[in-house]
């Protein structure tokens, strides 16, 4: 059984630029978190994507935007890059289906991303 | 607002030694807690949980907690430490199953030889 999966594992971008990262929850998870860990700190919580809309945000500007596929697979989206954008992205997969709810979040390995 | 605090960024301790790391939570609901542990360049590992019920969890890798209302405390324990444990450990907390994590700032645990 595959866990959470995450791509790329690293990215180089420059200030300005957009990106767009990617994560596959664990099988019969329907539910995923994104979560932002800068260097020396906790993770933050970005937002939550469930049946395909956003269901919860945390304190991110509009930059900062997400996506969930039928397949209830993610992208997590930002825009016009910041230096202070730089950290490790993290997501995390749980289920809310009434038969299958869990109380706990699966994470992945993360996708560590470098703004120059 | 939920919030989180581990009292020591780092944490030192001797092979075999006891393990002891802290955490205090703030909530205005029944919380439930986490420990995840981290190692380098990896994600986050789910070590233990408290949702309901028994307030002394036990996790893996020989480790547990206790929850403690009234100290508002979730401090977890280990009674002998293995080189294996160094690794970056957090504390976090949630209002309901399905809600955002609210994580501490990490404890960094070093074992010494």
């Known amino acids: 059984d595959a866990g959470v999966t995450q791509s790329p594992t690293h990215l180089i971008k420059t200030r300005g630029q957009q990106v767009t990262l990617r994560c596959s929850p664990k099988s019969g998870h329907d539910t995923v978190s994104w979560y932002q860990q800068a260097l020396g700190q906790g993770p933050q919580f970005i937002f939550q994507?469930?049946?395909?809309?956003?269901?919860q945000r945390g304190n991110f500007p509009d930059r900062f935007s997400g996506h969930q596929f039928p397949n209830y697979s993610s992208e997590l989206n930002v825009n016009a890059l910041l230096l202070g954008d730089s950290a490790l992205y993290l997501c995390?997969?749980?289920?809310?289906?009434?038969?299958?709810?869990?109380?706990?979040?699966?994470f992945g390995p993360g996708t560590r991303l470098t703004v120059l | 607002a939920q919030s989180v605090t581990q009292l020591g960024s780092h944490v030192s301790v001797s092979e075999g030694a006891l393990v002891l790391l802290r955490c205090n939570y703030s909530?205005?609901?029944?919380?439930?807690l986490f420990w995840y542990v981290q190692y380098p360049n990896q994600g986050l590992q789910l070590l233990l949980k408290?949702?309901?019920?028994?307030?002394l969890v036990k996790g893996i890798n020989g480790f547990e907690a206790e929850f403690k209302k009234s100290e508002t405390s979730f401090h977890l324990t280990k009674p002998s430490a293995h080189m294996s444990d160094a690794a970056e450990y957090f504390c976090a907390v949630s209002e309901r199953r399905d809600d955002k994590i609210i994580f501490g700032k990490g404890t960094r645990l070093h074992i010494l030889p």
């Open positions: 994507y469930y049946e395909e809309e956003e269901r």
């Open positions: 909530s205005s609901v029944p919380p439930y």
């Open positions: 408290y949702t309901t019920g028994a307030t």
């Open positions: 995390a997969s749980s289920s809310l289906k009434v038969s299958q709810v869990t109380d706990t979040q699966y």
